[in-house]
């Protein structure tokens, strides 16, 4: 079982850049993919990146251009690097890590992030 703890949000103002960290406790290259989610007050949480073991990553259509994905295997960590941030990304992020072979779903606690001026 993975344990994920995130770090990295606060408040930004629209334009601002934030990075968000998510350190797992175990191993998890090349058995986990890791993907960003997000989840504003009152909506569903959805997808904003996804990086698989051999770094192919995919992104919301909200998001492209602006936040980049990335994974560190030596360090059992994922990253989050948001860019020209708009208002409409506040949300809380939470770090998935979902086992390749079992399709099990783990997360973290989530990371509050606020765009606004």
């Known amino acids: 079982q993975v344990q994920l703890v995130e770090s990295g949000g606060g408040l930004v103002q629209p334009g601002g850049s934030l990075r968000l960290s998510c350190v797992a406790s175990g191993s998890i290259f090349p058995l986990y993919e890791m993907a960003w989610y997000r989840q504003a007050p009152g909506k569903q949480r959805d997808l904003v990146a996804r990086?698989?073991?051999?770094?192919?990553?995919n992104y919301a259509d909200s998001v492209k251009g602006r936040f980049t994905i990335s994974r560190d295997n030596a360090k059992n960590t994922e990253y989050l690097q948001m860019n020209s941030l708009k208002p409409e990304d506040t949300a809380v992020y939470y770090c998935?890590?979902?086992?390749?072979?079992?399709?099990?779903?783990?997360w973290g606690q989530g990371t509050q992030v606020t765009v606004s001026s």
């Open positions: 998935n890590a979902r086992k390749i072979t079992t399709r099990d779903d783990y």
């Open positions: 990086t698989f073991p051999f770094s192919t990553t």
